[in-house]
């Protein structure tokens, strides 16, 4: 059973930077593909990024850059020049399957998620 915990949201104003962190416990990080994932007020649940097992990075938002580090059980997620429209709860999530393509920006992929961290970008 891995546990996922987020940190680092807050209150930015826009055109500001963010660095959000999800640390892992109770599994062997490197075994598992990390994302990220945003969920706003009333709207469904959103793929931000993910980072495959060997550092392979893929992003929806060329604003936001995935790392980890792996000694550290860590993945990050740095924001910059945010919006009012990235205000949203941010999910860090584990997946220990293998897939391909656009396999890791769904949901269903994922066996692990994070409470969440709420970001909120003033205007």
């Known amino acids: 059973q891995v546990q996922l915990v987020e940190s680092g949201g807050g209150l930015v104003q826009a055109g500001g930077s963010l660095r959000l962190s999800c640390a892992a416990s109770?599994?062997?990080?490197?075994?598992?593909?990390m994302g990220w994932f945003r969920q706003a007020p009333g709207k469904e649940r959103e793929f931000v990024a993910r980072?495959?097992?060997?550092g392979s990075r893929t992003s929806a938002k060329g604003r936001f850059t995935i790392s980890r580090d792996n000694a550290k059980n860590t993945v990050f997620l740095e924001m910059n020049s945010l919006q009012p429209v990235d205000t949203a709860v941010y999910y860090c999530?584990?997946?220990?399957?293998?897939?391909?393509?656009?396999?890791?920006?769904?949901?269903?992929?994922?066996?692990?998620w994070g409470q969440g961290t709420q970001v909120t970008v003033s205007s």
């Open positions: 999530a584990a997946s220990s399957k293998v897939g391909i393509g656009d396999y890791y920006s769904k949901a269903g992929p994922y066996d692990y």
């Open positions: 980072i495959s097992r060997t």
């Open positions: 109770g599994g062997t990080f490197s075994d598992y593909v």
